[in-house]
């Protein structure tokens, strides 16, 4: 492959991972050449929302009139209307719709907040009998992952939702400069305090050998920022006792590391002002930073991460590693969010039925593999592995690729390996050769045995929070200035100094009803809910 036509591969972040498509889909399923033809007309109609992000060619119409609303309303069981939803006002548009009667039949949502706020005004429909009566797909994959029922259900007791199940796998990684740790004789931190020292040594001990103060232990901004929280268990809420608390002790703790970090002359004095963490990727990418926080989940990080850092420092050398362990335990760095729920069912939908075939068309595995690699041998082929890539890739990201937002209640857990991010790096070249082996690392330090999820589930999957408490919510969370204004102040302003205004802030907003509405959800609900346990379920071995 040619290095232009490499590197526009290398862009379409995951969207080509490949599953071999079944022969319905390459053989028995035609493309639409438009979507009016005469077994179009005769199916129900129904109308759905679809994201419209501004990303369609010219050239393929617009998000609710183009290749593949054609393809899906020639081949599925629905006359689909597609409803744009502008991506970044996507919950103001819906609550609109839903406000007026005007709301699509079936909806896509990533947002749990504003899909619950449809289960409490009751606009939404409760789908256990549906399932149970009119599906095929999804009634099936949910026997086969019981845990979505979990994700699913509201406090009533029904569903309310579908989603998509995907592999665990490691989303963030901890890498660490392995030359840097050669060159000055050390190991791999195991503990909170070896990783100090080694970030200690990283800031003053010139590892890249250039004579200059020049470089920094560890980033403090961005994603690493966020997993020094994690290495202390820093997570707000946490079980202890049985009961779940808010978890001062921790956020204690993680806040006086960084304080002593940053003391210490350790970490980029500015950290505060990098509030997306760009400057430290940098950094990092330009062999400044010794032990910073990077992804491994899609084709985009292989260059994010480690192409552009090898490409500014050919002789760099790096490693992924376990999180450090602190005295709360050892745990994840990050990973990604198995069962992920997406879609609602309008409660004044008309046909039911219709929505649930058109549900289950959608979750189908032909569906979701035409919709993800296009036609094979027009738009994808079988590469050496087994695995279909893009004929070609600048025609597949204009006609293929923008389509990601048809894809939500796609299963990747059921499309096998082709889906991995290791099915889409050559072995032959060392570089993606290397990278692969970052994977097996992180993949390894994320979901070993010994290491838990700090968390007590993923964040999608936490209650949602009434509007009086959310607002509390809200208002306490400028403890996280609180404590930041303690890592950069020195001796005049201390960590114990910012617990006490922490918790005086906690009080005044109303705190203790925060704390009373998570221990009675967490006492009612740890054996139904879907928690960590139900995560690490989704390991593929």
């Known amino acids: 492959m040619k290095t232009k036509t490499r590197k526009l591969a290398l862009t379409l972040t995951g969207i080509m991972a490949c599953a071999a498509i079944a022969t319905a889909c390459s053989n028995n399923t035609k493309e639409a050449d438009n979507g009016t033809s005469s077994s179009t007309k005769e199916k129900p109609s129904l109308s759905i929302s679809i994201y419209d992000r501004g990303n369609v060619p010219q050239e393929m119409g617009t998000i609710d009139n183009n290749r593949w609303t054609k393809w899906l309303n020639e081949n599925g069981p629905v006359n689909g209307k597609y409803v744009p939803i502008p991506r970044g006002e996507a919950v103001q548009k819906l609550n609109l719709l839903f406000a007026s009667g005007d709301a699509p039949d079936v909806v896509f949502e990533f947002d749990t907040r504003f899909r619950d706020q449809m289960y409490q005004q009751k606009m939404i429909m409760p789908v256990d009998d549906l399932i149970e009566n009119s599906s095929t797909e999804y009634k099936q994959l949910l026997e086969q992952y019981p845990e979505i029922r979990k994700a699913a259900t509201k406090p009533d007791g029904q569903m309310y939702e579908f989603g998509r199940v995907s592999p665990l796998v490691g989303f963030q990684a901890l890498f660490i400069r392995k030359d840097w740790l050669d060159e000055l004789g050390l190991q791999v931190p195991q503990t909170t305090e070896e990783l100090f020292a080694v970030a200690k040594a990283f800031t003053e001990q010139d590892p890249d050998g250039n004579g200059a103060d ?10 690493t920022g966020g997993t020094i929280n994690t290495m202390f268990r820093n997570v707000t809420w946490v079980v202890e006792g049985g009961k779940l608390v808010r978890g001062w002790e921790q956020e204690n703790a993680a806040n006086a590391f960084k304080k002593r970090l940053y003391d210490s002359g350790l970490v980029d004095k500015d950290f505060l002002a990098d509030k997306n963490g760009q400057k430290a990727q940098q950094d990092w990418n330009n062999g400044k930073i010794g032990i910073f926080v990077g992804r491994t989940i899609d084709l985009v990080n292989f260059n994010q991460y480690y192409e552009q850092l090898k490409t500014n420092v050919p002789s760099a050398e790096v490693q992924a590693i376990k999180l450090p362990k602190s005295e709360f335990g050892q745990f994840a760095i990050g990973v990604n969010n198995p069962v992920q729920m ?182 009612n609900n740890s054996e139904k809910a879907f928690l960590a346990k139900d995560m690490w379920k989704f390991i593929v071995k």
């Open 214 to 223: 020049d470089t920094f232990g560890i980033a403090l901004s961005g994603e």
């Open 342 to 523: 997406t879609t609602i069912i309008n409660a004044k939908t008309k046909d039911p039925e219709a929505a649930m075939a058109y549900i289950d068309f959608m979750a189908s595995r032909s569906a979701g593999e035409m919709l993800r690699y296009g036609l094979e041998g027009k738009d994808s082929a079988k590469g050496a592995n087994g695995c279909l890539q893009p004929i070609d890739a600048e025609t597949f990201n204009k006609e293929v690729s923008w389509n990601i937002d048809f894809q939500l209640l796609l299963s990747r857990i059921e499309l096998g390996a082709c889906t991995d991010i290791q099915s889409q790096l050559d072995p032959s070249k060392p570089l993606e050769k290397d990278f692969l082996r970052l994977i097996k690392e992180n993949n390894e330090a994320n979901l070993s045995d010994d290491v838990e999820y700090a968390p007590i589930t993923y964040g999608e999957h936490m209650p949602t929070l009434p509007e009086d408490l959310n607002i509390i919510n809200t208002n306490v969370s400028k403890i996280g200035d609180i404590y930041n204004k303690a890592i950069v102040s020195g001796p005049s302003y201390t960590i114990e100094q910012a617990y006490k205004d922490a918790q005086e802030l906690w009080n005044k907003s109303g705190g203790d009803k925060l704390e009373a509405f998570y221990e009675d959800w967490y006492s």
